[in-house]
């Protein structure tokens, strides 16, 4: 074993893979744990196995960097005792900055393909992980894991492998060796063409760009990482410096005092990222924020440090770093306890997730509803938050000497303001689930992830009609909103007319002028206003959005029946829409028919969204 006071190695060179035999990595608790998924360790394995040094310029198969730092003197001996190490048993200890990813990766391939220790990990993150990896190179090998197939595919039954082996192994389970065994299976499954040419690439062919810190302490290390490769997260940085706050050095705790600081705030910083994981929490709250929040607990600490909007990913852990912002874990826990109480209550909830959607509102970043929130009494801020909702909905212009309110039902159109039309529908959707479930919240998630369209509830695009028989259906849908004896009406007829038996050459020198005759008709039906819109997600405005509502609507409620019985994952179906093709609000039985939608039917919908608003729309 070196001497435990000297810091061996340079400060930055290149090391092959062979060269760390019988060093020690430990991965501290502050740190995240493992978490590369099925394409990550496919693409490392491929990547090793493609490389061909005899071949081309290049030697060497480059890793990304590992930034260490070596452990020496009393900081060891307490290692040593803790971990039950024998001196003989290894060369050097270092502290893994960064790059545990890979290099716990290059471990699991070597462990499980030689059946030997060449370098050891240890990960404080979690007990049982330290455990779990201690035997890894005994783990059964699971069948049906075929790495040729999608990773879809693959992880539905890796994840079913996950399963049956933690039914019977279940002190293993947590996050950390669910993403060992995953990326093990697939080590033990993969078709490799020799593993022996394989391993020597690994040993003498692969390198890393090693980076040991001598002169600097941890806090720095981590403040100065390369950029070039997969960064820690500002959230982890952030963590990292809780962590080292919490020192015996730092503040005068004693040691055991510190580590037991240290794991309370590990255990509390995992329950709030697992709920902030959650997709309807999640989504309830991002608002439009544009960051891709690996560790979403890091956007709690921009949202303290009023940084929402700062594009910067590290600019929040600098303010924390440069202590230009106090470290308190206690406000971070405040501010997360007042978001599960808001979350709970289906009334702020839908108003919050409302308010950041629509987002052309004085709420529409959760920095300005926390600080609002702090200043008012409970019952004041759910009157707030309702009366910002319908200052919203008030906003107008002048045109021609003339108000325009933009969500005045009447101005609500398709072709003039159609984001109007769509915070209109959601919101009448929010508010329909409240009065039908007060206990019941809508996901957030539907609205932002699905691409949301406008459906036209009467079809409107004649131009994408292709065959005869499908304009006589569209046709037919129009003739019956008209009137008897009107023009108009006979001129869908005599096109009916025309239509039966047509061949498709007679069709298409119909088709553009019943095309503009089809616009003439939207314009004076008014069939571009909201009370022929309705919500509906793309994909299934893409199949049925052109065609009569009879179609529609049997396609609507098939859809709905089959996301209910879960049989066949169709998209989320909004209340507000199923009940306009199941005619919910044509009430009188004298007008109802389920053939088309009518002068009645649209009537009806447009009263059961001003009776739902009307406490937010303009008067």
């Given at each position: 074993m070196i001497e435990k006071s000297r810091q061996q190695d340079t400060n930055?060179?290149?090391?092959?893979?062979?060269?760390?035999?019988?060093?020690?990595?430990?991965?501290?608790?502050?740190?995240?744990?493992?978490?590369?998924?099925?394409?990550?360790?496919?693409?490392?394995?491929?990547?090793?196995?493609?490389?061909?040094?005899?071949?081309?310029?290049?030697?060497?198969?480059?890793?990304?960097?590992?930034?260490?730092?070596?452990?020496?003197?009393?900081?060891?001996?307490?290692?040593i005792l803790d971990e039950n190490l024998?001196?003989?048993?290894?060369?050097?200890?270092?502290?893994l900055v960064d790059g545990q990813q890979r290099l716990t990766t290059i471990f699991l391939i070597l462990s499980l393909l030689t059946k030997e220790k060449h370098h050891t990990i240890i990960y404080r993150?979690?007990?049982?992980?330290?455990?779990?990896?201690?035997?890894?190179?005994?783990?059964?090998l699971a069948k049906d894991i075929n790495t040729h197939e999608s990773i879809e595919v693959l992880d539905e039954h890796l994840n079913s492998a996950w399963e049956n082996y933690i039914n019977t192994h279940l002190k293993f389970n947590n996050v950390d060796n669910?993403?060992?065994?995953?990326?093990?299976?697939?080590?033990?499954n993969y078709p490799f063409e020799n593993k022996q040419v394989f391993?020597?690439?690994?040993?003498?062919?692969?390198?890393?760009?090693?980076?040991?810190?001598?002169?600097?302490?941890?806090?720095?290390?981590?403040?100065?990482?390369?950029?070039?490769?997969?960064?820690?997260?500002?959230?982890?940085?952030?963590?990292?410096?809780?962590?080292?706050?919490?020192?015996?050095?730092?503040?005068?705790?004693?040691?055991?005092?510190?580590?037991?600081?240290?794991?309370?705030?590990?255990?509390?910083?995992?329950?709030?990222?697992?709920?902030l994981q959650q997709s309807d929490f999640w989504y309830f709250i991002k608002g439009k924020t544009k960051r891709n929040y690996t560790s979403r607990i890091g956007y709690l600490f921009d949202v303290l440090c009023g940084a929402t909007k700062i594009e910067d990913d590290l600019f929040t852990y600098r303010l924390y770093a440069d202590e230009k912002k106090k470290l308190d874990w206690d406000e971070l826990k405040s501010f997360f306890q007042k978001l599960v109480e808001w979350y709970n209550d289906p009334f702020i909830y839908h108003r919050i997730g409302f308010l950041l959607f629509q987002n052309n509102n004085k709420l529409n970043s959760l920095e300005r509803i926390r600080e609002i929130s702090t200043r008012l009494t409970k019952g004041k801020f759910?009157?707030?938050?309702?009366?910002?909702?319908?200052?919203?909905?008030?906003?107008?212009?002048?045109?021609?000497?003339?108000?325009?309110?933009?969500?005045?039902?009447?101005?609500?159109?398709?072709?003039?303001?159609?984001?109007?039309?769509?915070?209109?529908?959601?919101?009448f959707n929010i508010c329909l689930y409240e009065n039908l479930m007060s206990d019941y919240r809508i996901n957030f998630k539907e609205f932002y992830d699905q691409n949301w369209t406008l459906e036209h509830i009467f079809p409107q695009n004649f131009a994408d009609i292709e065959s005869p028989e499908e304009a006589v259906k569209f046709i037919e849908d129009y003739n019956d909103l008209l009137e008897t004896e009107s023009d108009d009406k006979k001129r869908c007829e005599v096109f009916l007319l025309q239509l039966q038996n047509s061949s498709i050459d007679n069709f298409l020198k119909l088709k553009n002028t019943i095309v503009e005759f089809i616009k003439e008709l939207i314009q004076k039906l008014n069939l571009d206003q909201i009370e022929n819109l309705t919500l509906?997600?793309?994909?299934?405005?893409?199949?049925?959005?052109?065609?009569?509502?009879?179609?529609?609507?049997?396609?609507?409620?098939?859809?709905?029946?089959?996301?209910?019985?879960?049989?066949?994952?169709?998209?989320?179906?909004?209340l507000g829409t199923l009940n306009v093709f199941t005619k919910f609000y044509s009430i009188d039985g004298a007008k109802l028919q389920l053939s088309h939608w009518s002068h009645y039917d649209k009537e009806m919908y447009k009263d059961a969204i001003v009776n739902v608003l009307k406490k937010y729309l303009p008067n």
């Open positions: 930055f060179e290149l090391r092959t893979i062979d060269s760390l035999k019988d060093y020690i990595f430990l991965v501290e608790d502050y740190q995240r744990g493992y978490q590369w998924e099925s394409q990550q360790v496919l693409d490392l394995l491929r990547d090793i196995e493609e490389f061909n040094p005899s071949q081309g310029a290049q030697e060497f198969y480059c890793l990304q960097p590992v930034a260490v730092k070596q452990i020496l003197n009393g900081k060891l001996d307490e290692l024998q001196d003989k048993e290894f060369e050097a200890v270092y502290e993150t979690r007990p049982e992980s330290k455990n779990y990896l201690k035997g890894i190179n005994s783990i059964p669910y993403h060992f065994y995953k990326a093990s299976q697939i080590i033990l391993l020597n690439r690994i040993f003498n062919s692969t390198q890393v760009i090693w980076y040991n810190e001598i002169y600097k302490s941890t806090k720095r290390l981590f403040a100065d990482l390369n950029s070039g490769k997969i960064r820690l997260t500002g959230a982890e940085l952030i963590k990292a410096l809780f962590v080292l706050d919490l020192s015996s050095n730092n503040n005068g705790l004693s040691a055991e005092i510190a580590q037991f600081k240290t794991n309370e705030l590990a255990t509390e910083w995992d329950e709030i990222e697992y709920t759910k009157k707030t938050l309702d009366d910002e909702i319908a200052n919203a909905f008030s906003k107008s212009k002048k045109v021609d000497n003339t108000t325009f309110k933009f969500y005045d039902l009447d101005n609500l159109s398709y072709s003039i303001n159609k984001k109007q039309v769509t915070d209109t529908l959601i919101l509906l997600h793309q994909s299934e405005n893409s199949s049925i959005g052109n065609k009569p509502f009879k179609s529609k609507r049997a396609e609507i409620i098939s859809f709905s029946k089959k996301n209910q019985s879960q049989k066949v994952k169709t998209s989320f179906i909004p």
